[in-house]
């Protein structure tokens, strides 16, 4: 019902920023609540941000007032713009979202609720 393709990843230096961006595709994207999240190797997949169909966000304390979620429903986007990064966002970033029949009552943050995934794109962050 939904495919996810990420993009944007790469690699910079600790205090800097990049935009992820995330292509959807899918009849009803725009009922889609829709996540990133983060693997670093050895660690469990965690969640960083997520945004609801209409616009709400949510965010990991880790990540509050450096991170910035968003979507485009025209264009079937969610970017994920990340500024003052730091060694530890080091990880692959994946693209996630719901089912649109799903109503997640404010829960965005459980990673089993998100049934669509991408294949992750890579940042590295060097200090």
């Known amino acids: 019902q939904v495919q996810l393709a990420e993009s944007g990843g790469g690699l910079v230096q600790a205090g800097g920023s990049l935009r992820l961006s995330c292509a959807a595709s899918g009849r009803a994207f725009w009922r889609n609540a829709m996540g990133w999240f983060r693997q670093a190797p050895g660690k469990e997949r965690e969640f960083v941000a997520a945004?609801?169909?209409?616009?709400?966000?949510y965010s990991a304390d880790s990540v509050k007032g450096r991170f910035t979620i968003s979507r485009d429903n025209v264009k079937n986007t969610v970017d994920l713009q990340m500024n003052s990064l730091k060694p530890e966002d080091t990880a692959v970033y994946y693209c996630?979202?719901?089912?649109?029949?799903?109503?997640?009552?404010?829960?965005?943050?459980?990673?089993?609720?998100?049934?669509?995934w991408g294949q992750g794109t890579q940042v590295t962050v060097s200090s």
């Open positions: 945004i609801s169909g209409n616009g709400g966000t």
């Open positions: 996630a979202a719901m089912d649109f029949t799903y109503f997640p009552g404010g829960n965005y943050y459980q990673r089993n609720k998100y049934i669509y």
